[in-house]
């Protein structure tokens, strides 16, 4: 692997890894939006109008992580073994 697709390899993962954490991040910082989360998870069709909007936008927002990670991987800017990792927390 030559040094730039190495480099290329490297950006991809830390530019995914920044997004999943911010994604992280921000469940961690609001108790409240935890709460949205687990519970549309487990039972989103109970949720109110504006709860089931949230809580709609943040599945679109992590669904953007996962196409973005996915696409590096079609392209070969993600490894394998990384692509795996990514991979867990999707089904996860």
Known sequence: MSHNNRASAVAAKC????????FVDALIADPELM????GGR???ESLCD????R???MC?????????TQCQRRVGT???????????????
């Open 15 to 22: 530019a995914s890894t920044q997004m999943l954490s911010q």
């Open 55 to 57: 809580f709609a936008n």
């Open 42 to 44: 487990s039972h989103a």
């Open 60 to 68: 679109l927002k992590a669904f953007r992580f996962f196409s973005a």
């Open 35 to 38: 709460d949205l989360w687990l």
């Open 78 to 92: 993600l490894r394998e073994d990384d692509w795996t990792e990514f991979y867990a927390v999707i089904r996860f």
């Open 50 to 53: 504006a709860a089931g909007a």
